[in-house]
């Protein structure tokens, strides 16, 4: 069930690069599933006008966190919002998907936050995880404890995503896999993984204005013509979508 | 209590705050309480289906938002037989906008058009057959598509005009001639927004229309204008967050008002500005919108 509430924050923290921002949700474990997201914005402000599109990082009995990389002012100032204080939520919104047993979670960056999330339903699996730099992988050891494993890189040292895959290839033979990370990541993994995997699945990120349906801006090109992401996504077949 | 309903030229609110065309689609059904609204116009239909423009077609400005959405939707037939009789099942006056590419398609489009509680139309989009021009960006031409929509039914027809019109009052006035019922005043303002790593427009369409707390006082003056030049009712529109926003275009005399893109930032807002309206009513103790509406006092200058 979708609502509109406005929630306090509980805990706000770094974690790496990142900020982690827990929000009190007594109940949002009963209805909040894998692969979906929340828009939030700062409670009582017009400016910046938009709620941002943010994927669940956890949820729990009484709370969920959201993992926020500043790239603007609206993150910026989500960033920046301090226990006691409060945010306009608006969700669960988008699809929810079947997460399956285990499988291979592919990670670039911030792309880290809702397949850990769906790693909460996972038993076990793969990880290939890439940052730029040791500060930017976070969570490897929550990931190890919930049974994956988990294999790493960084550009300064060793290479991209695209290189681990490719060292691994063999991991990916027959199996369900899922992305998340930036575009150009996302382009160059299509061409390496296409004939290994037996499904592959994107979680894409879009400029959304209501995230639920309403105002059809969030549209990306498939081979079925527009869907959109808030609503027919965030995680599209790869193969269905046209990335870039 | 306040009475909220409001009743013009053959159409009857509960209240005069309606959900603008454009933002919202069905699944707000299970957001907001449509019963509670006063009315609500469908976003805009065309003959046949329509895809809409290429990515991106949305981003942020300050206090607001530019889109270039491209008219997306499935056509009238799809309206007809999907959507509406979802609509009507919600316990609200239901209106739907209309768009074309040329007057004869305007015209075919409205006899298609039935068991609605009006028609509203978009005539800020271009008039293909023609070079391409806005439709209401011109007097004559508004005009004709006007008495185009009028002379096939006999629905109510809300025509809202566009701010990019050269002399909004003369389109205003033309649409009045033409039998229009009601003016919405007004849709988005075009605006321009650059990619600055690639020095490019970010719209492949070049420019969007701007909408959301940015304009609203330049949609108000609109509004204000077309108030005191036409004796038809005018719906405000533009930029209209809250309660006290909405009080600025009943004041200038609007007998309505629509609530768009304030949605992307409170979908509840239409509910706030209708339960605050009817307590600031009270506290001031106007009986009904009548009472409240057109008391700009003119002597200030």
């Not at chain 1, 929630?7 to 949700?25: H, Q």
């Not at chain 1, 989500?78 to 285990?102: D, N």
């Not at chain 1, 382009?187 to 499904?199: C, F, Q, V």
């Not at chain 2, 499935?74 to 919600?90: H, S």
Request: glycine letters at 10%.
């Amino acid at each position: 069930m979708t609502t509109f509430r406005i929630l306090p924050v509980i805990e706000n923290r770094r974690l790496g690069p990142y900020t982690l921002l827990r929000i009190k949700d007594v109940g949002i474990h009963k209805y909040a599933g894998c692969g979906q997201f929340v828009m939030v914005g700062l409670s009582f402000l017009r400016d910046p006008f938009l709620l941002r599109p943010l994927s669940f990082l956890s949820v729990d009995n009484d709370s969920f966190s959201l993992l926020i990389k500043i790239k603007g002012r609206g993150t910026e100032m989500l960033s920046m919002v301090k226990p006691g204080e409060y945010l306009k939520v608006l969700g669960p919104l988008g699809r929810t998907i079947l997460p399956g047993e285990k499988g291979i979670l592919i990670a670039g960056g911030i792309g880290i936050a809702p397949l850990f999330y769906q790693s909460q339903w996972m038993r076990g699996g793969v990880l290939l995880y890439g940052a730029k730099d040791k500060r930017e992988l976070v969570l490897v050891k929550e990931m190890e404890d919930r049974g994956l494993v988990v294999k790493t890189i960084t550009e300064e040292k060793g290479g991209t995503v695209c290189d681990l895959v490719m060292e691994n290839i063999a991991l990916l033979k027959g199996q369900r896999v899922f992305i998340c990370g930036p575009v150009a990541m996302i382009k160059s993994l299509r061409e390496i993984i296409r004939d290994y995997t037996r499904e592959t699945f994107v979680y894409l990120e879009r400029r959304m204005g209501c995230g639920i349906g309403g105002c059809k801006s969030c549209a990306i090109k498939t081979g079925y013509g527009y869907k959109f992401v808030c609503q027919d996504g965030p995680v599209f077949p790869l193969e269905e979508v046209e990335i870039g | 209590m306040a009475d909220l309903s409001v009743s013009f030229t053959g159409i009857e609110l509960k209240n005069p705050v309606m959900l603008a065309s454009g933002v919202w689609d069905l699944p707000y059904t299970e957001l907001i309480d449509f019963e509670k609204l006063g009315g609500i116009v469908y976003k805009s239909i065309s003959l046949s289906s329509r895809e809409g423009n290429p990515p991106p077609r949305l981003t942020e400005i300050p206090c607001g938002v530019i889109n270039s959405i491209g008219l997306a939707n499935k056509g009238i037939e799809n309206f007809n037989k999907e959507i509406l009789p979802q609509l009507k099942d919600l316990g609200t006056e239901v209106f739907v906008s209309i768009f074309g590419e040329s007057i004869e398609e305007f015209a075919e489009l409205t006899s298609r058009i039935t068991d609605v509680s009006g028609i509203e139309v978009n005539i800020s989009c271009p008039n293909v057959k023609e070079g391409g021009l806005l439709f209401g960006a011109d007097p004559d031409i508004a005009y004709n598509v006007t008495k185009a929509v009028c002379s096939n039914t006999d629905l109510p027809v809300i025509v809202k005009l566009t701010p990019e019109a050269v002399d909004i009052v003369k389109v205003a006035l033309s649409v009045k001639e033409a039998g229009a019922s009601a003016i919405t005043a007004s849709n988005t303002f075009q605006g321009l927004v650059i990619d600055i790593e690639t020095h490019k427009p970010i719209f492949r369409r070049i420019t969007g229309g701007v909408s959301g707390p940015a304009i609203r006082p330049l949609s108000l003056y609109k509004a204000y204008q077309i108030t005191r030049a036409v004796d038809i009712p005018v719906i405000g529109s533009g930029g209209i967050t809250d309660w006290m926003d909405a009080l600025e275009y009943f004041f200038v005399g609007v007998s309505a008002i629509e609530v768009g893109s304030a949605i992307f930032n409170n979908p509840l807002a239409p509910i706030e500005i209708i339960d605050n309206i009817n307590r600031y009513m009270d506290e001031n103790e106007y009986k009904n919108i009548l009472e409240m509406k057109g008391e700009v006092n003119e002597e200030r200058c």
